[in-house]
């Protein structure tokens, strides 16, 4: 079974300074990827950023970068000179590699990002 | 394109009641899912589908039915509705390999009183 933990419930952050949301996972597929998903208040999933299991490079989107940290099952979101419209609940989630013919992300709880001015 | 879209985008039903919610992608894409979002809870899976006429089920699957006889139409049928299902249900669906992401419906906000 795949776990998803994200340890911060809600985050306060001055606005321009740099944010690193944790997430750590626990898998025993061999091959997955690693997803983060923004969701503001008005509801909807924003993708944000892909780190898979065998990518040898951190992933990066714009202001956003992922820590990927294979051996201690880290995948942590940066996020760079914070905007105001950073405010929003933040997923980890992730995909395994489908063995089986499962499909499907498993979701951490969440963190609440609160970016002041 | 539309991408995922969803119907209604709120219901209220009373236990009991039966109701299907609406699901369509017009992306050609193989792989649909049904997640639930409560109150610090994150999404979970409830059912999924790799391809028309497969399906299987997911963490949550008691109390929810799904079909696919289309690529486009992915519908989640409550088949009698308890107020532990009051929730915001969002549909997925994606492409090709594991490492494609998920483009998400607007969501259904469900009560059931």
């Known amino acids: 079974a795949q776990k998803i933990t994200q340890t911060q419930p809600g985050m306060f952050v001055q606005e321009k300074e740099a944010v690193t949301l944790d997430c750590t996972y626990d898998t025993s597929d061999p091959s997955y990827g690693l997803f983060w998903y923004k969701q503001p208040s008005s509801g909807e999933m924003i993708f944000l950023i892909y780190q898979g299991s065998y990518d040898q490079q951190n992933a990066t989107e714009g202001r956003y970068s992922l820590n990927f940290q294979k051996a201690r099952k880290s995948a942590n979101l940066v996020i760079s000179a914070s905007q105001l419209g950073d405010s929003a609940m933040y997923f980890c989630?992730?995909?395994?590699?489908?063995?089986?013919?499962?499909?499907?992300?498993?979701f951490g709880k969440g963190t609440h990002l609160i970016i002041q001015p | 394109n539309a991408g995922v879209t969803q119907t209604p985008k709120f219901q209220v039903l009373k236990t009991g009641q039966s109701m299907t919610l609406q699901c369509a992608q017009d992306m050609n894409h193989e792989y649909m899912s049904w997640y639930r979002q409560d109150p610090g809870m994150g999404l979970r899976l409830i059912h999924y589908s790799v391809g028309a006429g497969i399906t299987d089920q997911g963490e949550v699957p008691n109390g929810y039915n799904v079909s696919r006889s289309t690529t486009e139409d992915f519908p989640l049928r409550l088949l009698s509705a308890a107020p532990s299902q009051t929730s915001v249900y969002f549909c997925?669906?994606?492409?090709?390999?594991?490492?494609?992401?998920?483009?998400f419906g607007p969501g259904t906000r469900l009560t059931v009183t």
């Open positions: 997925a669906s994606r492409g090709g390999g594991p490492d494609y992401e998920q483009y």
């Open positions: 989630a992730m995909r395994g590699s489908g063995g089986g013919g499962a499909d499907g992300l498993t």
